[in-house]
């Protein structure tokens, strides 16, 4: 039916732009570890086997409190106002570790830095902005390591409302066991969609989580606008498409079709062309 057919264009029309995702880079990441003795880029797999690179740090028998940072590659945001940063990871539960240091740490912190430009190897820390303290849902224990246990963490963050081209994450160790197994980073956008006759471009979602953008559509082929009432959506802060308003009528020898205007059966071409 078209009410259907429009729940599942409304569906359909939400999307992520991502702008990084360590797991689709088979070469090294090369990202910026200080000091050298923190954190280490090793190859490794994924839960379903495929080749990733991860990073991974574990400086809990130190007898000093640990400071390694690791920075990531310039990202572009490309007209992203609400970032989302998605991390997983795996956290060694300090209780698990024989004669472990009593600095040992079970969270990390997610930092980063705006720029117009690639700032390189970024060494002063008053430049990062914390975004937050990350904690494991699920740690992982001795007993874990032997039966291959990878108890893996999702956490997902956000960063907005930006004003510069790009920036650089940041991960902050200060004493945990940790490894960073994949970083996504994406926003939110509306996808094109036709709804009521008219065709609504891609639209970025906006940074204020209750801010709506409201889009004009135009009509599609054959059609007109409804001089009372134009068709409008609004893009919400998730990417999705609400609250449509107005709508394009089928011209005068069309009838609407599916998310078209096409012309009736049984008239000659002769007909549609006067």
Same mark, same amino acid.
């Given at each position: 039916s078209c009410s259907l057919t429009s729940d599942l264009l409304l569906v359909l029309s939400v999307a992520a732009v991502v702008l990084l995702n360590s797991k689709e880079t088979q070469a090294e990441l090369g990202w910026t570890s200080f000091p050298p003795n923190g954190w280490e880029e090793i190859s490794g797999v994924d839960e379903k086997y495929k080749p990733i690179r991860t990073y991974q740090v574990c400086n809990v028998m130190e007898p000093t409190q640990q400071n390694n940072w690791l920075q990531t590659g310039w990202v572009a945001r490309r007209g992203g106002q609400r970032i989302f940063v998605e991390l997983q990871f795996t956290l060694r539960d300090c209780n698990s570790i024989?004669?472990?240091?009593?600095?040992?740490?079970?969270?990390?912190?997610?930092?980063?830095?705006?720029?117009?430009?690639?700032?390189?190897?970024?060494?002063?820390?008053?430049?990062?902005?914390?975004?937050?303290?990350?904690?494991?849902?699920?740690?992982? #224990?001795?007993?874990?390591?032997?039966?291959?246990?990878?108890k893996l963490n999702t956490e997902v963050r956000e960063i907005g409302h930006l004003n510069r081209k790009g920036f650089?994450?940041?991960?902050?160790?200060?004493?945990?066991?940790? /490894?960073?197994?994949?970083?996504?980073?994406?926003?939110?956008?509306?996808?094109? #969609?036709?709804?009521?006759? /008219?065709?609504?471009?891609?639209?970025? /979602?906006?940074?204020?989580? /209750? #801010?709506?953008?409201?889009?004009?559509?135009?009509?599609v082929n054959n059609s007109e606008v409804d001089s009372d009432s134009p068709p409008r959506m609004h893009c919400s802060a998730e990417g999705e498409w609400l609250v449509p308003i107005g709508k394009c009528s089928c011209s005068a020898g069309y009838e609407e079709g599916h998310s078209s205007c096409e012309g009736r059966r049984g008239q000659s071409l002769s007909d549609l062309l006067r």
């Open positions: 024989p004669g472990v240091a009593g600095t040992c740490k079970e969270t990390f912190n997610l930092l980063y830095v705006e720029s117009d430009r690639d700032l390189g190897a970024v060494t002063r820390e008053d430049r990062y902005s914390k975004i937050d303290t990350i904690a494991a849902d699920e740690s992982f #224990t001795q007993g874990d390591l032997g039966e291959r246990k990878m650089h994450l940041a991960f902050q160790d200060v004493g945990a066991c940790v /490894a960073l197994v994949a970083v996504r980073v994406y926003y939110k956008r509306c996808l094109a #969609t036709v709804q009521n006759l /008219a065709v609504f471009p891609d639209t970025v /979602a906006e940074a204020a989580f /209750a #801010t709506l953008v409201e889009v004009r559509g135009g009509c």
